[in-house]
């Protein structure tokens, strides 16, 4: 059971909005720790998408944002395209376990 | 270009030992902390361990602590981690990553992945 909770699973058609949840407690999101997330493409490395909660890396593409409130963070695709459909991972760091820690993934489908 | 090549993996028999190294290219490797992270056969991601820039600081998850030793050589611009003890459930691919500043941080994210280098542990 992972540290940071997310949905298993979530889908959405081409142009629609998804949300991915990331719900984690007080040692660390809500303790202030910032949230990554990842994007992992079937048979290859994960690849960051988002840094420090808000920012995107130089050539990810500005569909993609993240958010964060109290003890949760959020990754929205306000429109989805084809090549979105990956795996995609929230991370943080847990002062309680004295270590990063990932969230269990959210598989996206594009319907 | 920016890239960091893992190798080393493979089959072991529990109980046995195996070295991981993370060779880094495109960057000056000797001015960031590095990290492994693992992802066992269909499921998501663990951090393993970190490293300072110097190798002077290591952190390392609680189910690898005693068991597997992360260490660096800046004058070959390669990462390695030696797991020794090794258990079923530490079959996974092994990836590393890149951290962005010289001291791991509680705020770090890990921006430059490897390809990863699977290891199998089984009799």
């Known amino acids: 059971q992972s540290v940071l909770t997310q949905p298993p699973s979530v889908s959405g058609a081409p142009g629609q909005r998804v949300t991915i949840s990331c719900t984690g407690s007080?040692?660390?999101?809500?303790?202030?720790?910032?949230v990554h997330w990842y994007q992992q493409l079937p048979g290859t490395a994960p690849k960051l998408l988002i840094y420090?909660?808000?920012n995107r890396p130089s050539g990810v593409p500005d569909r993609f944002s993240g958010s964060n409130s109290g003890t949760s963070a959020s990754l929205v695709i306000p429109g989805l395209q084809a090549e979105d459909e990956a795996d995609y991972y929230c991370?943080?760091?847990?002062?309680?376990?004295?270590?990063?820690?990932f969230g269990g993934g959210t598989k996206l489908t594009v319907l | 270009e920016v890239q960091l090549v893992e190798s080393g993996g493979g089959l072991v028999q529990p109980g046995g030992s195996l070295r991981l190294s993370c060779a880094a290219s495109g960057f000056s490797f000797s001015s960031y902390a590095m990290t492994w992270v693992r992802q066992a056969p269909g499921k998501g991601l663990e951090w393993v361990s970190s490293?300072?820039?110097?190798?002077?600081?290591?952190y390392s998850a609680d189910s690898v602590k005693g068991r597997f030793t992360i260490s660096r050589d800046n004058s070959k611009n390669t990462l390695y981690l030696q797991m020794n003890s090794l258990r079923a459930e530490d079959t996974a691919v092994y990836y590393c990553?890149?951290?962005?500043?010289?001291?791991?941080?509680?705020?770090?994210?890990?921006?430059?992945w490897g390809q990863g280098t699977m290891v199998h542990v089984s009799s």
């Open positions: 990553a890149k951290n962005p500043r010289r001291e791991p941080r509680g705020d770090d994210d890990f921006d430059i």
């Open positions: 991370q943080s760091y847990d002062s309680s376990l004295n270590g990063w820690v």
């Open positions: 420090g909660n808000t």
């Open positions: 490293i300072s820039a110097t190798g002077g600081t290591t």
């Open positions: 007080s040692s660390n999101i809500g303790a202030g720790f910032d």
